[in-house]
């Protein structure tokens, strides 16, 4: 019994603890909150810029929460967050679920780039479309396929069987990578299709980047796809790609940024647009941008301001910071547009 | 108590109530009713989650219907989706853990209760409740680091040398597959198996034992025939508890398993689990069918999970009348 009178009354103490610390959460009057979420390959750089707007802004706090891009437009859809973030844009079909108009922001580029272990080969080696779309649909099996030895004469390829990794998880990354093969293979695109995942046709499933980066380090005669940031921190082996001119184009910050500049001019109003094998001979054909998605209608005006004045930072001062986290920056063309296309927020 | 009701003048409501604060003063009324509350708590929580299940993957039931159990095709882009791969991953890896995990376990359980010198046993105790505690994605980095390499460069070349005629060591040795999730799963799951049986073991009434040696019983024969039976129960309920703890499991397995929907005779190809696809494949889900597909699988492994248990509570029926009928 007097067991029992203590824990009643630990557990009261505990519930009163609780109820003291909820009270005495601190309320923050003059800082306006905004709340985003979504996508997770852009996630250091949004954080470095709401961090860097925050001290120059300091009633203004934006609070982001990388849950996945899938994750971040159910958000948005249900009112939740006042801006989402998507590594793709929105089909027709998702921004007709949604019950308010939605506009595209593209913030930076991203690229995903092949990496391979081949015991033996230690040059860079140089991909065909044909030869990727080939690899990933298990119709070339071995290292020493015509497809392979013709683009790189002089390498001595084995003729050992090729493994093949994919992402397992959903994500950007994938999306970008068959995106790509289905424009580059209609059989690609007839059979497996572009999204997040994809039921592919054959290989081994790594989680993240780190998972395909570890199983192509791992497996010997392997080859994997990553983000060309991971590729670079990590200083992982990666090949060329032959791009739309014919050009074999190394990923590099400046090639992917001038894929994205080769289709400024074409670009539609919403920005909805694959940049996947871009026109232009220095531009590297595996890339896309990576979006915020925000309301056309903010009824709050200190908010809409708010989330206004973001933007245009974002896209000016904002694009600095981009370089020394490995992340391409925007053309100059694509920013004038979307400086122009902020006045649309409502 | 009576008396006062009737003083109060034939109005029973006050002398309930005093009746019932009377109880409430000597704490077992309290004590009742806070237990109930935790106890219907348990409850609720599961009913409110297969209910929640049920009503979020309304969509993907009622596109597939029973095919979702058979179909073997996965695929979000032309939102087909079926189950079977993932149920065959998950049976299979947690099949193989525990052929390995149960001799292992319940052989380590019935030394360290048994036979070893209660200082050792106490000392190996410790340390495989520790192990119990290690989070799933430390194994997983283990598996990754070690097991997988060993596995691909020893083990599985060895295996097709020795056993290559069984058509479940065939294929190319990636090391990543299903058993090397199998593997992980086994280590994972022996500490629950291990900790358990010794304490079922343990408490075993000495008169048993000691009936035993006096009827001219070896040490293993008493402890044989006699303890291990005794604690049969308790020994199949850790190995449950184990079984449902591979099952579920997700991060460890999702990094060895080499996260491919196929259906394959070997050991050594890649496959995929339950869990590990939700993990997986949920946050970036797009598409409402894609994301109520993921959770009728979250309610397949629900489902899944109740039918091995029931069939396990039926082995121990059964198993228990079988132990009391030959003594």
């Known amino acids: ?40 390959f852009p996630y ?21 929460q990388s849950i996945g891009s899938g994750g971040g437009i159910r958000q948005l859809q249900s009112g939740t967050v006042d801006f989402g973030a998507s590594d793709m844009p929105l089909n027709d079909q998702m921004l007709n679920d949604f019950k308010f108009k939605v506009l595209h922001f593209p913030t930076v580029l991203g690229a995903v780039v092949p990496t391979y272990n081949i015991p033996g080969v230690s040059q860079e080696l140089k991909f065909t479309p044909e030869a990727l ?12 396929d015509g497809a392979l030895t013709s683009a790189n004469p002089g390498v001595n390829l084995p003729g050992e069987d090729i493994v093949v990794v994919h992402r397992s998880d959903g994500s950007g990354t994938t999306f970008v990578w068959t995106d790509y093969l289905s424009k580059v293979s209609q059989d690609w695109a007839n059979k497996v299709g572009k999204n997040t995942s994809v039921n592919w046709p054959v290989g081994l499933g790594g989680k993240g980047n780190e998972g395909v980066a570890g199983l192509v380090k791992q497996t010997p005669n392997s080859i994997g796809y990553v983000e060309l940031i991971y590729a670079i921190q990590n200083k992982l082996p990666y090949g060329s790609v032959r791009n739309a001119a014919g050009v074999f184009v190394k990923a590099e910050l400046s090639s992917v940024t001038a894929a994205a500049g080769s289709v400024a001019k074409s670009m539609p109003a919403d920005f909805r647009v694959s940049i996947t094998n871009a026109p232009g001979k220095a531009a590297y054909p595996i890339c896309s941008f990576t979006y915020l998605l925000v309301p056309e209608s903010i009824p709050e005006a200190s908010k809409r301001d708010a989330i206004k004045e973001f933007l245009h930072w974002m896209l000016t001062d904002g694009q600095k910071d981009a370089e020394p986290l490995a992340y391409a920056r925007l053309p100059k063309e694509v920013v004038d547009k979307e400086l122009r296309a902020i006045s649309e927020i409502k | 108590m009576a008396s006062t009701a009737v003083a109060v003048g034939g109005a029973p409501r006050p002398g309930r109530v005093r009746a019932f604060l009377l109880r ?5 009324e309290i004590a009742h009713l806070i237990t109930l509350i935790f106890a219907s708590a348990i409850f609720l929580v599961t009913v409110l989650l297969v209910f929640e299940l049920y009503r979020n993957s309304a969509l993907a039931r009622e596109k597939f219907g029973w095919q979702f159990f058979y179909s073997r095709t996965w695929d979000p882009v032309f939102e087909q989706f079926g189950a079977l791969p993932f149920i065959f991953g998950t049976v299979v890896t947690s099949a193989v853990g525990l052929l390995m995990a149960v001799p292992l376990g319940v052989g380590a359980a019935i030394f360290l209760a048994e036979m070893a010198p209660a200082r050792v046993s106490d000392a190996l105790t410790f340390v495989i409740e520790l192990l119990a505690a290690v989070p799933s994605v430390i194994y997983g980095l283990l598996a990754i680091f070690t097991l997988v390499p060993l596995l691909r460069t020893t083990v599985q070349p060895f295996l097709k040398r020795t056993l290559g005629f069984l058509p479940l060591f065939q294929g190319p040795a990636y090391g990543v597959g299903l058993l090397a999730a199998g593997l992980i799963l086994a280590i994972m799951i ?15 009434p000495v008169e048993q034992r000691e009936a035993a040696l006096a009827l001219g019983a070896t040490r293993w024969e008493s402890t044989w025939k006699v303890v291990v039976p005794y604690a049969r129960a308790g020994i199949l309920g850790s190995i449950f508890l184990a079984m449902a703890r591979a099952l579920g499991e997700t991060m460890a397995v999702t990094m ?4 491919d929907p196929k259906i394959s005779s070997s050991l050594f190809a890649p496959g995929y689990s339950i869990a590990a696809v939700i993990a997986n494949e949920f946050t970036e889900a797009t598409g409402d069918l894609y994301v109520h597909a993921l959770i009728e699988l979250g309610l397949v492994l629900f489902i899944l999970t109740i039918v091995l248990n029931g069939l396990a509570r039926l082995l121990i029926l059964a198993t228990h009348r079988k132990g009391t009928a030959h003594p």
């Open chain 2, 190 to 204: 022996v500490p629950f198996i291990v900790s358990i049986s010794r304490e079922v073991l343990l408490a075993v």
């Open chain 1, 44 to 64: 250091p750089i949004y954080s470095k810029w709401f961090d860097e707007y925050h001290k120059l802004h300091g009633d203004l706090q934006i609070n982001y």
């Open chain 2, 256 to 259: 060895v398993i080499g996260n």
């Open chain 2, 24 to 28: 409430l003063r000597s704490g077992d």
């Open chain 1, 1 to 40: 019994m007097r067991k029992f009178l203590a824990c009643v009354t630990v557990l009261g103490a505990v519930l009163s603890l609780g109820v003291g610390t909820v009270a005495s959460a601190p309320p923050s009057p003059d800082a306006a909150l905004i709340n985003g979420a979504g996508a997770t």
């Open chain 1, 133 to 144: 779309a080939g690899i990933y649909q298990g119709k070339i099996t071995k290292w020493n």
